[in-house]
């Protein structure tokens, strides 16, 4: 019995060793008399913006930081990781799925007719085109059967206690308290992890500066109305710069003399000096007169693993809407297909997507080394891959303007040179 319970003993301490060795580190939360500490710091901004002190305890009432968010700046978090936005942790294969671009198509026509006369009044008020608000929308929220599940005071607040970008958050704080002094009710807003809200998930500083009464009805209500919610976009779109009756953009193909080191909005040019390297559009369609003189840049979103496009001035104020290159050309797409257009001529191929520490790295390194690098968030941005491209192009390497393990190997030894 004896020798049975020393067994027993032993073997007990050897699972609680193992347990504490392999356990995964622990997270540690900041104490809540910070976390309130912090919400009461806010209250000299709320005052100044018009909010009343009601409001502002009662939006803040049992509100404690949500730590499963990403893009925190947690001790004991890895400053670079994979969760956040599809938009950076997806191939472009992946991304735009051909099954559900055409799927949100195929919806998209029947919302066009069933909004007709509320898209007609909204592109003759704003020049925003009809096709590129229901694409945002089908994006956004798969035209309103998604319902975003966060409360936005909690994410935002979270966001500006402990996230990344805590500045940029605390601003779209205040606007969302701003929206409940206005009377919004608190019930409406729910939001995505990053306090996104509404049919077209836009941000509380937008609905301030652009949210206006779509259908006539007397009140604003973006959750709901699907004017409210489009008119609000378009105006958003508008304030952004966007040009009326042009396109996002044009697939094209490169000739065999460019590479994808051309890429990216500081090697803009008009159209016409496209044509004169070579580039044509990959539909054989010929650009008009007017278009020729249109700027545009080369954009390769999977470096020479797919597609390249030449993305003018609408296609950048999609991108202002969500900082994505996928994002825009998703919703740019999306809308061509929904105005009857068809699919990208060049196949997107399959490989597999660099982590997000790889690319981190690899940004870093290049910067090193001397390459413009303005970031190093482990984002697959124009930069990054015209960067990676000249690197490549510098160095004797296959050009393919895309983040691997073999390309931060060979900076890693340049780097010790």
């Not at 309130?36 to 901004?45: G, K, Q, T, V, Y």
């Not at 870093?364 to 984002?379: R, S």
Request: one cysteine or more; glycine letters at 8%.
């Amino acid at each position: 019995m004896l020798l049975r319970r020393r067994i027993f003993e032993i073997l007990s301490a050897v699972v609680l060793a193992a347990g504490m060795v392999f356990a995964a580190p622990v997270v540690q939360a900041k104490p809540s008399e910070e976390f309130r500490a912090f919400i009461e710091s806010l209250w000299p901004d709320a005052k100044a913006a018009g909010v009343s002190r009601k409001t502002f305890d009662a939006a803040f009432a049992g509100v404690e930081p949500d730590y499963s968010i990403p893009d925190l700046d947690i001790p004991g978090r890895p400053k670079v990781d994979n969760s956040g936005q599809a938009e950076f942790t997806k191939t472009a294969a992946d991304y735009l799925s051909k099954p559900y671009l055409e799927s949100l198509a195929v919806q998209g026509r029947k919302f066009l007719a069933e909004h007709k006369t509320d898209l007609e009044r909204i592109e003759k008020m704003t020049g925003v085109d009809r096709y590129t608000l229901v694409a945002i929308w089908g994006r956004e929220t798969a035209y309103g059967s998604y319902h975003p599940p966060n409360d936005a005071i909690r994410m935002l607040s979270t966001l500006a206690y402990t996230g990344k970008r805590k500045d940029k958050f605390r601003e779209e704080l205040i606007a969302a308290l701003q929206m409940l002094q206005q009377g919004v009710p608190r019930s409406d807003m729910k939001s995505s992890w990053a306090g996104a809200l509404g049919l077209t998930q836009a941000m509380p500083t937008e609905y301030l500066k652009y949210a206006v009464d779509g259908d006539g009805d007397g009140k604003i209500d973006i959750w709901r109305s699907v004017a409210d919610a489009l008119a609000f976009t378009a105006r958003q779109l508008e304030g952004k710069g966007w040009v009326r009756g042009a396109r996002w953009g044009y697939e094209v193909v490169a000739p065999a003399k460019a590479d994808c080191s051309l890429e990216g909005p500081p090697d803009a040019r008009p159209i016409g000096d496209w044509l004169k390297l070579g580039f044509r559009k990959a539909s054989g369609a010929p650009f008009t007169q007017a278009q020729l003189g249109d700027d545009a840049y080369l954009m390769m979103p999977a470096g020479a693993y797919g597609p390249a496009f030449l993305a003018a001035q609408n296609f950048r104020v999609i991108r202002l809407y969500n900082t994505s290159d996928l994002y825009a050309l998703f919703v740019g797409n999306l809308g061509d297909r929904i105005r009857g257009e068809g699919d990208f001529v060049t196949s997107w191929k399959s490989f597999a997507q660099p982590r997000t520490q790889t690319v981190h790295d690899l940004q870093a390194k290049l910067k090193v080394l001397g390459y413009p690098m303005d970031k190093t968030d482990g984002k697959i941005g124009s930069n990054t891959r015209k960067q990676i491209g000249l690197y490549q192009k510098a160095n004797g390497l296959k050009i393919d303007c895309w983040p691997s393990d073999g390309v931060l190997a060979h900076a890693n030894s340049q780097a010790k040179r």
